[in-house]
């Protein structure tokens, strides 16, 4: 049942406002023609249910999708880059739903079969919001993308879907985790008698039971290590020492010495600890890599970009596939569309949001004749557009490619964990060489065990250890705020930060909502009711958020006769014989050269000029704390490409030491972040958009900014959700806390190690000692990582 709040009535379906005059069906209220359908097709199928698992679950339907939107669908090339698997009678394929969002979701998506027979099964991956769908050859790919869009789905399809499959998550190093934990595991078992030193049981048993642990560790010291191999190599190939080298290498030597201590019958091995050592850095790596990998942090402008266009050829719309776009083509733009390449406006009316690409917050107008570029949005109706450039040479695909050539991060080459793990083994090869010496000269027959027990015992693994669990934990501390880092190396880059840079639309303020401000003469509640619902008649941006503002109640619904709208310029029409506009200046005022760079809308009443609307960006909520607590520590720039409106009040918010740069072009902004780093600032961009792209990039940590993680964001290290982002001041200190949490730790563990090289350079080492120093050490080091790690988030309130 519709409910109603401030004489406002909601939506049945999305919980929306119901604008304008609501929709009745068997007493239930929907805002527009689109949610009504969607209830009765669940309705008359028996899926209902979705309503009852969330209130008001559905996604609004207002903007009504063509109906040839996904003829593309029938040609057999794009349809073999979509499908997934196909035979004579079945089609498996996945779609991207950006829309998926709470249980009810999925319980529709799963029951698609309900609404249409020929549908086999539907599986939903919720995390990455895909849905996977089996399907009859009696209905086609097409039918199956018009059904989800039908019930609030649209399938997210873009050019990077014709790039071929997405790769499989590697689950390679699961296989090596789960074989090490159980080799390890029954190694401990198996090892019992020695640990509590039963000599005296059955010889046969004793050496079964060494050969058995001989023969699990095969497998650990094979297959699971490999990583550690792998990687050591590569270091070596480019003559550098990373960590894994050591551990590499103390994994080979206490193989080796455990073989030859089973073979030859000298001892039991060490087994238990080179299977122990593998399994706690796999579990840690595994902790590690599992960083949100439904995110993608690598895109470009085909992740941007639709997949098919309209071409018009004679007097037909052929869809036809991006790739196959020639210049000279004519393309046909609907609303809400995006202009895939650069041409020459040749029918209609272009009202192009660029906000995306430049910044720019106004949509800008455009008439027959005059160039348009790729990359904007079109807001008004149909246009066609003849192609000047094919998509690949594009102003956008150029501004790609120019923020890409040639501008790499600059980074440190090596962590500090890194540095420190060199540092150490050298400490240990020194100490094991001294050794090597001194039972040369005293002991020769001693050696071996004194050698080998070194590079055993002092390992690098607890510092390696200790980085890669809180590496782990403070991922997947930030991860539950939604701020998502897409490797572990960026939480250090960004605790060194000095220097952060802010985008302006969209980053410090929100492109959801407007600060509305009216200054004129008084509107009575008829003038505003009549101006708002005229606004109610056009699908505007401004017009739409007037709407909002001026709160048009659903019991006063006046009648609009002889609506006219002027793209890019206002609304007109009649309401109770007097004549309502809503305009630019130029079309209230006849003012062609307004200095006003803030953006307005002016209304006037049968020629009477009443007022003007002036829309502010509405910042973020908790940014201006945000801002305080930054101001303090770091420098910070906003780098904006829209005009000057906001100075005033962005001065104030951030500071008279602030820099503030507006009309900034992508370039612009890109050569900003140079210029600070060509004087040694470490540069932390934080943008929203393609324009940003470059910047981003080139940054010491660019982090996107999304209103929904899983909708496109340029090329970044990072991606983090909108209204989180007044937390960005915590989630550094956190970052800050990762390397003293590494350090202590790790001063820690070379307790362990000091106690066991004191046995080690004497050649007494028993396996006893060994056994009980490994799992103590790791399980100590295991605690204080996610211990402290989980304390500074309390502390900070993460």
């Known amino acids: 049942m519709a409910t109603i709040t401030k004489d406002i009535v909601k939506c049945a379906h999305c919980g929306e406002d119901c604008e304008g005059l609501p929709i009745k069906l068997e007493e239930k209220t929907f805002c527009c023609d689109g949610c009504k359908m969607v209830y009765q097709l669940l309705n008359n199928n028996g899926l209902c249910e979705y309503y009852n698992l969330n209130d008001q679950p559905g996604i609004n339907q207002r903007l009504q999708v063509r109906k040839d939107k996904f003829a593309f669908l029938d040609d057999p090339s794009i349809q073999q880059k979509l499908i997934s698997f196909s035979n004579a009678e079945q089609t498996h394929v996945s779609f991207y739903l950006p829309q998926m969002h709470c249980s009810s979701c999925l319980y529709l998506l799963e029951n698609l079969h309900k609404l249409n027979e020929h549908i086999i099964s539907s599986v939903v991956d919720f995390g990455g919001k895909e849905i996977t769908i089996i399907f009859n050859n009696t209905v086609s790919l097409r039918k199956v993308a018009e059904l989800l869009t039908a019930i609030g789905y649209e399938p997210y399809i873009s050019l990077n879907n014709l790039d071929g499959k997405k790769p499989r998550v590697s689950r390679s190093l699961i296989y090596q985790l789960g074989i090490a934990g159980f080799c390890f ?122 997949i098919a266009v309209s071409v018009i050829k004679g007097e037909e719309e052929i869809p036809t596939a991006l790739p196959n776009i020639k210049t000279g ?48 949005r079109q807001t008004g109706g149909s246009m066609e557009l003849l192609v000047m450039k094919e998509v690949s040479q594009s102003y956008l695909t150029s501004l790609w490619a120019k923020d890409s050539l040639g501008k790499t991060k600059e980074s440190d080459s090596h962590s500090f964990v890194q540095m420190l793990s060199r540092y150490f083994t050298y400490i240990v090869f020194t100490v094991a060489t001294m050794t090597a010496i001194y039972w040369w000269v005293h002991d020769p027959t001693r050696i071996w065990n004194a050698v080998t027990a070194i590079l055993i015992i002092a390992c690098p693994c607890a510092l390696l250890l200790s980085s890669t669990f809180t590496n782990g934990n403070i991922l997947r501390i930030l991860g539950r705020n939604h701020f998502y880092l897409r490797r572990a190396e960026v939480i250090e880059e960004v605790a060194r930060v000095n220097q952060v840079v802010f985008d302006k639309t969209g980053t410090l303020t929100t492109t959801q909502e407007q600060l509305i401000e009216y200054q004129g003469k ?35 619904r006046p009648e609009v006769q002889g609506f006219k709208e002027h793209t890019g310029m206002g609304i007109e029409g009649f309401i109770n014989e007097s004549l309502y506009a809503i305009g630019s200046p130029s079309f209230i005022l006849g003012d062609k050269t307004s200095n006003n760079e803030s953006t307005s809308v002016y209304i006037a009443q049968d020629g009477e000029v ?17 801002i305080k607590k930054l101001r303090t520590h770091y420098r910070i720039s906003v780098v904006s490409g829209d005009n000057a409106g906001e100075e005033k009040r962005l001065r104030s918010l951030l500071g008279s030491e602030a820099k503030l740069l507006f009309h900034q072009k992508p370039e612009n902004k890109l050569d900003y972040v140079e ?60 970052c800050k806390a990762n390397k003293k949490i590494v350090i202590t730790s790790f001063v820690l563990s070379i307790a362990y190690n000091i106690v066991g090289l004191f046995f080690a350079v004497q050649g007494n080492l028993s396996p006893l000692i060994a056994a009980i120093l490994m799992p103590s050490s790791s399980i100590s080091i295991l605690l204080i990582t996610f211990g402290s790690s989980s304390l500074v988030a309390k502390w900070l309130r993460l």
């Open 185 to 306: 595991a029954n190694i401990m078992l198996m090892s019992f008698p020695e640990y509590l030193g039963l000599n005296h049981f059955e010889s046969y048993l004793q050496s079964a039971f060494r050969w058995l642990n001989l023969v699990l560790a095969l497998p650990v010291f094979l297959y699971s290590a490999q990583p550690f191999y792998q990687s050591a190599w590569k270091g070596l190939k480019h003559q550098y020492l990373n960590i894994d080298a050591p551990i590499a290498l103390a994994i080979i030597v206490t193989f080796l010495r455990s073989v030859y201590e089973v073979v030859s019958g000298t001892g039991s091995g060490y087994f238990d600890s080179v299977t122990g050592i593998v399994f706690f850095m796999l579990v840690g790596r595994v902790l590690q890599d599992r960083t949100y990998q439904q995110l993608s942090f690598e895109r470009d402008y085909t992740s941007y970009f639709p």
């Open 329 to 376: 083509d004519t393309l046909r733009i609907h609303n809400e569309e995006l202009i895939p390449a650069d041409g020459i406006l040749t029918k209609g009316k272009a009202l192009i949001d660029y906000s995306f690409v430049t910044g720019e917050s106004v949509p800008v107008l455009k008439e027959m004749g005059e160039i348009v570029y790729a990359g904007g």
């Open 522 to 556: 008084y509107l009575n509640a008829a003038q505003r009711s009549a101006f708002a619902f005229l606004a109610s008649h056009s699908n505007h941006p401004l017009n739409r958020m007037l709407v909002k503002h001026l709160e048009l109640k659903s019991n006063i």
């Open 610 to 626: 009443f007022g003007k609307f002036i829309f502010h960006n509405q910042y973020r909520r908790n940014i201006s704390s945000l």
């Open 675 to 734: 210029k600070l780093q060509s004087i040694g600032d470490r540069v932390m961009m934080i943008g929203d958009g393609l324009n940003d792209a470059g910047a981003l990039k080139k940054s010491n940590i660019g982090i996107a900014v999304a209103e929904d993680c899983n909708n496109f964001t340029p090329a970044s290290d990072a991606i983090l959700e909108a209204k989180q982002l007044p937390k960005l001041y915590q989630f550094i200190q956190l």
